[in-house]
Each structure stands twice: as C-alpha cells, then as structure tokens.
C-alpha cells in the first residue's frame, strides 16, 4: 500500500497537487544502499570537490529562485519576500561551507612527532577529523529552504564529505522536490559520486531510515515528541548514533525597569515584530517576556497590546500545527492566572488561519503550562517585581536564546541575567529579538535540553562538526596519511608537537 | 541499610580491611549538592586557578607516591612497576590539562564582528566554550589511577571548569580513598570552591548519580551491559545528557604475509606480551590476531604458543572479572571451529588466578562468539587465506583501534588494511602494539560503537571538549564578556571575523 504525497495550500487546506507517493521500503533500502556505497568515494575525493560542490549547489539554487519562491510561497503562506530572504541565506550558508572546507580548520589536524616523553618513547600520532558516514537529515516545516531539503543540515554534512539522505517534511514536498533537483543538478555538475544525495517521504520511510545500520547520524529539528520518538529508535539500534535533536525552545526575554520607561513603545513594537513574523513560527520566537509590574510596564504592554489586536491573522504552516496553536493557546487562556490583553483577527475559510494572541500573568503565578514551547503567533507577558525575577527565571527550562533588553547602567542587573541566561541557553543576546540567525562563525544555535541535546549547533560554520570522528594514525608511513597530516601540507592550521600553526602567508 | 566497602586482596579473594560504607542516598544529595553550588564559583575563578589546581593534583600525587602504588599493588595485583609507570602517566597528564588550560585553543574563542552580510547588517557575535556543569566520573577497574579516582575523566573534566563527582570503582576503594585525598588537598591548597570534588560508593549510588537533575553529563569505562545499563537511566531522565562510554574492544590485528616471514618471532614475542601484560586487562588488548595459513605462519604460533604455554597464571582484579574470564573463554574453547593452542599455569587457591590461553580458528570460520571481547589473558588468533581476510574484517565490530603490521614494500595491502581499519576504528598502528596509549595533543582513544558511542576521546588533551558546552553573545557589552572574547585579550589563538589568529610572539 503506498500513500500519495499531496501539496496543499495552508490558504484553503484543499491539495492543490499530488506530487508523487510515500517512499517504500524496498526503495529506502536502494537509497540508502547507495548513499552507503557512495561514501568512501565521496571521502576520498576530498576537499576540493566538497567545496565545489557546495559552490555549485549555490548556484543551482540561485537559477531557480523564481521558481523556488513561488512554490514555496504557495506551499507554505510564507511571504515571497521572506522566502526570497531564505534563499539568500541558504546561499550564503552553502558558500560559507565551501570556505569553511577549504579553510581547513576544521579538520582540526595536529602531529605529535615521535620522542621522548616521561612515559618513555613516545610514537608519532597524527591525528584528524573524517567523515562519519551517510547522515539521515530530517527536513523542518518552518524553514522549507534553510533548515530543509538545501539546508544547514544538508550542506554542513556534506561539508564534512557525508553522503546525505534528506527526509521531506510533509508540509512542503514540491519545494523540497525541486529543491533536491538542484543539489542533484549539482552533484552531477561537479562529477560527485552517485548516491551522495538521497531523498524519502513518508513518516515510515523516516523512522526505517533512522533504524537503517547505514545511517551514522541523525539530525531533526521539530517537537519535542517527534524527537523523543526518534531517540527511542536510535536507542533500540544494535549500533546507537548521535542524535542531533533542536526540539522546543521557550525564548525568554527580560526587559528591565530602565529599559521599560526609556522606549517603551520601541519595545512593544519590536516585540509584537518578532513574535508575530513568519506566524511566530520560529524556533528563536519570544515565547515569555519579563516586563517590570507597575505602570510603566504598563505602557509598553498597552503598547504591544493594540498592535497585537490589530495583526491580521497568521496563515499556519499544516493543520497540525494549526490546530496545536488553538489547543495550546486556548488551554493557556483557560488558566485563571493568566488573562488575554490582546487578540488579533482570524479570517474566516477552510485554510490553516489562527488569530494572534498576547497573554499576561503575574510573574510568581508562572505554571508549568506556561513555560512550554507554543508554536504560532502567541506569547506570555510575565510582569514582575524586581525581587521575583530571579526565582521565576531560575525556574523556566533551558532555551536556544535568552534575550535581555536594559539601558547601559543597569551593570548589575546585565551581569546577573548575563549569568543565569548563560546558565541555560546557547545564544544569550542584548538590545535586539531572538528571530533572525545570522550564518556565521561565531553563531550559535543550540542549547541544553529541551533545546537540543547536543554540545553542538545547528546554524554556522561548527555545525560541521556534528557529522566528523577523530581517527588517529600512529607510526604510519607518509603514503597512507591524508595529505593533510603530510609532515610538508602547510596550508591548514594544524597543532603541531603542540603549538598551533596557522598556513603560511600566500602559502 | 548501609552495607560495608571492602577492599579485597585479588591474590587470595578475602577482605584485607573495610573503608567505610555504601553512601546513602542523604549523603549522595548533600555531595552533588555541593557540587552544584561550586559550579558558577569555579568557573567565575577562571582558567589559572584551573591551571594551578591541576598542577596541584600532579604534585599531590606525586607526593603520595609509595603509598599509593603500595596500597594500589596490594588491591589490585598489578605490579608495582606498572602502578609507578601508572602514576607517572596520571602525574603527567594533569599536567598537561595544566598546559592545555593555559594555551586556551580549547576554548574555540571567536568573534564576528558587526557588519553588513548579504543577509543585511550583521550583529556583533562572540562564541567560546563553558563548562557544562558537575559530572559524573565512573572509576574503572584496571586502570586504579590513570582511569579512575585522579584519571583522564576527572582532570579533563576540572580543565573544562566543571565540578567532579567520582563513583569509586568497588575493586579498589582504598586507593581510591587514598587519591581522593590527594585531590581534596589540591584544591583546599589553590583555594577551590568546596564541594569541587566528591566521591560517593555503592552502585545505588551510582545509578542516583547519573539520574540526578544536577549532573550535566557521565564518563563511564566498563563493560557495554554496564554501559547499556546507565544509558537506560540517562534515557529516562527528563534532561538527558551526554554519555560517554567506553565500552568493548577487540582490537583486531593483521599481520601481513610479508611480516610473518620477515620476524615471526619477533611478532610472537609482541603480540604474547601485549595480550598478558596487566592480565590481559587493558581495553586495548589485541582480541584477534589475524595470521596467514601456511608453514611461514605456523612457526609464528608456535613460538606464541610457547610462550604462552611457560606464561605463570594472571592474577584478574576481582571475583566477577576472574569469573566472567573462565566462562567466556571456556565457551570458546567449546566452539568446534576453535583449537587450544597454548594454555598457560593457573595458581592453585583462593584468589583470582587464571590460566593464559591462546586458541585459533579458520579465518573463514569466525564466528559472532569470537568477536566478542573476552577481557584477560586470551587471544584468538584467525589464520587467514588471502582472498578471505578483507570479508573477515569487513564482519568485525568497531574497535578502539586496529593494527597493521607487514613490511614496507606491502603498499597496496597496507592501504586497503588502512581504509578498512579507519573505517571502523579510532586508532591505527603500524608495526607496533595497540596496548600503551600515550597521553598527548593527537591521541585518539575511541571508536563507533561498541568502542565508545561519542565522536570524542577519552585519552589526550581533545577529551576536554566533552565537557564544554558552547554560548554566543551577541551585541554584549564589554563588561559582561568573558575576558577570552575581549578585543583587546590576545593570548590565546582566536579565531576572528573568519580568520585564525594565533597570540602574539612573547604576548
């Protein structure tokens, strides 16, 4: 029995397209075949043809932007205009690994020559990061381009030389379809070995892919019960992988009593911007705003309030997520400690519309109910008094951001959030929203459970490092090194008898 | 009900004295209590008292010498040459995590600085790493220093910032009690926070541990039930948290037909004394020795099969190793594929002794039974035709390490025997033995499962990186950023708007 792979559009929630069926098993196990075969191959070529085919997967996104944009728009009802910004940044990010390749850092190579030691004599060690073999990559709802078929994921594991079978998220399988054209456009561009780009539908195809004993890595951006469901798999595996999970991620953001009476209206709108974009349908939304009691606060919730009672309503990714919005946000407003400031328009028909919310409580109230994730345009507002913040804030699980906004001579109050956000986030930042990651070097996308449950990000150039194992090659002869452990290769940093050496100028 | 510790004597299995008792479950809450409150005060101090504290632990050992190997020979029945040459290892490698500290690569510091991306304008971004929180630290067996108390796992873990809490391995409680107390006066000598270090015994304790709230991840070296066993507990936990098990090895090694002619006895003389040395008891003793069949590969088993015919009997460090021993490896030699070739003398008496033993089977024949790690005195020796040993290897687990030994002119064999090992190992030697495994800048301890489940090592200084968890901020004032990410700090290798820089010469 195989199930058809529909495209709907969340405007109307009618199929507007079938676009093929559900992967079976028998295929699943030729693309993975595949992937597992193409892997040494795909090792040994090395560097080089990484880096090309990154640039190329670039390219062949670039050419078809128009037509990428424009299903994607239809798939999702994100705006053209974000998409085309999505498209920019997975660009970016697939060049960015290129350099990232070619730059050779990452590798983290380092000789340990023969010699003396108070051990005795020590052997040569040379030692480097691999590739860890075929990753299954699991494509998110929000992020039909960045975090799906082309995405961070995809490119980083390939980055590191890993064969990649991407699993389709439901909610956009034309966009992923033609996005998986261009990474096999290509492949086949730049001459990779066949199998290096797989791709499944269907949530069977999914879970048999993570059991496969082909598949060395794992990773997922989506509920906290889809990856409990995934971990459960790898667990009962004969060969347990790492699994690279971001799963549910609460966003805090502590507005202190400064701040709050020096803009309170830049506040508001900056917060309402941040949590109604793209739906509220980013993992960095400000899920729980600290805002001071009193009636300054009370300016900046007013504030923040109208705009809310004035947004349009938000067209949802898929009826899951939509429905969940009306269950969770419905169950949120049923408790007595919290009471609805602002509601904003739901249009009516058949589509995935959900109306904005902004909710209010008393920050020592603060319930387990409120400090879970609730993916759409709503957010908690937790007013407090200064001697309560630091308890409620000791109290809320660990995000992948903690937001702090307050005027420069709140010293004491920056360095004390400073330290409790540290204690439990991975990106901690200041005067700004969470929403909007930029790809860089120094990003960090990724904290303690439940936002992921990793010591690794998802977003920037470390995200290789999910998919490398170190292997150590002691007393080998030359022939059998990496030309990158070569005693005469200088054109990557290495640790050499311990002293890190960075590649000679023009070298 | 609290039951006794005893430390037992291996030579004759009777209780030589009692050092206390199985820690409650009171005594459990207030010891990692402690260790959470002198978290933040550890990691604020920063890395030079880290740096002072480790050398603190080298000279404290140091200090303790006679006694420590005098208590560990008389727990444990390893010689007292190998306990001495033990703690010069666990002596030096404090030291270096001193060192490694110092230099501060470990940190991955780097800075992106604001400015315009394609994306628009770009923050501020600041990334290192920070200490994950108090860890477990699972005491081994065989290894009464260098791998448990003050081993590998405490001091990479005190390097990274995080407060330790040691489960005492049962086989050697006074030693262990002994060490603690070298590392209890180190830190009251540099003035670290209380509650820096903790030890607890029992295995209830154990397992309370490794579920308890405030321990932020687990190192573990033992057996894969053992492992499987605290796996289940993690999984369990509403925060899992990384594990880090090293877990079953069988080191396989391949002697190639030239080497077989070239010095068989040599080779038997290597192999005998790798696969006896410290009972057999070392987690990369050789396994399975693949041998070719024929004349030139006889003479090489019968010298190691003299050899291991005059070896005395092996004193096993405790009851159920001794035990687990004779079970497994008289199942092997029930296997109708299996021949005895040499067996050892085994003591009469009470103690722990066992017999040495070597058995061979037809490559061809290997069966899962054989490619299980038996932990002692015993190896299997495969002969091997040459069209048959690339399908025997290819059905092997993954192990800590492999190991080639063959002559120079062997290229094409060496690189397939390279590309297979690489592939499912974390080590591969040339011409040498896997037992004996340096501490250093580019050593590798650690393989896919069932050799460890992590993509780190627990030997080296890399073994720091395990617990370290990475933050960013972004657009932080100065004053709240670690001195590390400074624009002005320079003496640590940074890397800075994509670019490594290493300190400044005499900086």
């Known amino acids: ?10 405007r109307t929630g009618r199929t507007v397209e079938s676009v093929g069926t ?24 090395g560097r080089r043809l990484r880096a090309r ?34 498209l920019t940044r997975t660009v970016y990010q697939a060049r960015l690994f290129a350099d990232v390749v070619e730059e050779g850092g990452y590798l983290e190579a380092t000789i340990d020559h023969a010699g003396d030691t108070p051990m005795g004599s020590g052997p040569d060690l040379r030692r480097m990061l691999v590739p860890i073999g075929p990753v299954a990559v699991f494509g998110a709802s929000n992020f039909p381009l960045a975090f799906s078929v082309p995405g961070g994921d995809t490119v980083s594991a390939l980055a590191a030389g890993c064969p990649v079978v991407v699993k389709a998220h439901p909610s956009h399988p034309a966009t992923s379809l033609l996005t998986f054209e261009a990474l096999t456009a290509a492949a086949q561009e730049v001459g990779a070995p066949d199998g290096v780009l797989g791709m499944v539908f269907g949530q ?21 019960s889809g990856g409990r469901a995934l971990l459960e798999i790898i667990n009962a595996r004969s060969q347990p992988i790492p699994f690279y ?21 830049q506040l508001a709108e900056g917060l309402v911007a941040s949590v109604t974009g ?6 960095t939304k400000p899920g729980l705003i600290f805002v001071p009691s009193g009636a300054e606060g009370d300016v900046l919730v007013e504030h923040a309030a109208q705009l809310v009672n004035e947004a349009p309503a938000a067209t949802l990714l898929n009826q899951r997520i939509s429905e969940a919005y009306d269950e969770i946000s419905s169950d949120l407003e049923g408790l007595s400690s919290l009471t609805v400031v602002a509601r904003g328009c739901r249009a009516d028909g058949d589509g995935f519309d959900v109306a904005p919310k902004l909710l209010q409580v008393k920050a020592s109230d603060l319930q387990d109910e409120e400090l879970e994730e609730c993916f759409g345009p709503v957010a908690v507002i937790a007013r407090y008094e200064a001697e309560d913040l630091s308890r409620a804030l000791d109290g809320l699980p660990a995000s992948l951001t903690g937001t702090i906004h307050a005027e420069t001579d709140e010293t ?44 690794h990000t998802s977003v ?26 070569q005693d005469s290769f200088e054109s990557i940093p290495r640790r050499v008898d311990g002293t890190l050496v960075t590649p000679r100028q023009g070298g």
Chains 1, 2 share one sequence.
């Open 245 to 265: 999970g971001e799963l549910s991620s609460l966003n805090p953001v502590v507005i202190t009593a400064g701040a709050t009476a020096a803009r309170p209206q």
């Open 1 to 10: 029995m195989t199930s058809t792979v529909e495209s709907i559009d969340p």
């Open 204 to 224: 069977q195809a999914g879970a048999d892919l993570v059991a496969h004993p082909a598949i060395r890595a794992v990773s997922f951006t989506g509920s906290q």
């Open 22 to 45: 559900e992967t079976s098993s028998a295929d699943l196990e030729a693309i993975v075949g595949r992937a597992e075969a193409a892997a040494p191959a795909f090792e040994a070529a």
């Open 460 to 485: 920037g150039t470390s995200a290789v490092r999910r998919f490398l194992r170190p292997v150590t090659w002691q007393n080998a002869p030359a022939a059998v090194l990496p030309e990158e452990l």
């Open 412 to 455: 004491a109050t920056i360095q004390s959030l400073t330290s409790t956000f540290k204690g439990k986030s991975g990106r901690v930042l200041y005067d700004g929203w969470p929403t909007g990651v930029l790809v860089s070097w120094a990003q960090q996308h990724g904290g303690p459970w439940p936002s992921t449950n990793t010591l």
């Open 278 to 283: 793209s739906g509220g349908q980013l993992c």
């Open 53 to 86: 085919l990154l640039r190329a997967v670039a390219d062949q996104l670039e050419s078809r932007r128009s037509a990428v944009i424009q299903v994607g728009a239809r798939e999702t009802a994100l705006t053209e205009a974000r998409l085309g910004g999505e």
